[in-house]
């Protein structure tokens, strides 16, 4: 087996790669230390090269002329040119890169779990399986509506989570 089918034999663990992200933005929480800096940036580019096949081979399956589709795979080339960027050496830039690659990644995560129809429970960002107990959950905003509509696990339904947004 070659790497590109070992890597696609693994599945894609979206919550590992939200939990980078995380260490990354908001920018009040990105480190200044450059080595802890270059280990996020190594992790961010890494799960971008894993994802950016997986967005693409979900897009193949939607027809030319699909949105999301068309979305997904802008967002594909774009993440493609955050790769190719030169890399930072000061701290200051290196936290402006880490935290565009984080915004990529996001992005990438996203366009995925809608191409893939993936249900993602919104409180543990852990797919929801087929079969397990959820709850429909909305969280609402100040100004009324619904800003995240989806469905919980039903051992998650009382979590408190930071959207830091």
Do not use: F
């Amino acid at each position: 087996m070659n790497t590109t089918e070992e890597t696609r034999a693994t599945p894609v663990d979206i919550a590992a790669m939200r939990t980078v992200v995380a260490e990354v933005l908001p920018p009040e929480v990105t480190p200044t230390d450059p080595a802890t800096l270059g280990r996020l940036i190594g992790l961010l580019r890494g799960h971008i090269e894993r994802l950016i096949p997986e967005v693409e081979q979900a897009a193949a399956q939607r027809p030319v002329d699909d949105v999301p589709r068309y979305v997904a795979l802008a967002c594909v080339t774009e993440a493609r040119g955050k790769l190719e960027a030169v890399p930072a050496l000061l701290p200051y830039d290196m936290a402006a890169q880490a935290r565009r690659l984080g915004r990529s990644l996001v992005a990438l995560c996203d366009h995925y779990e809608a191409l893939a129809d993936v249900r993602v429970c919104l409180a543990c960002d852990r797919p929801i399986r087929p079969g397990e107990a959820t709850q429909p959950y909305d969280q609402v905003s100040p100004s009324g509506g619904a800003m995240r509509s989806g469905r919980v696990h039903d051992c998650c339904i009382n979590t408190v989570r930071y959207s830091g947004r």
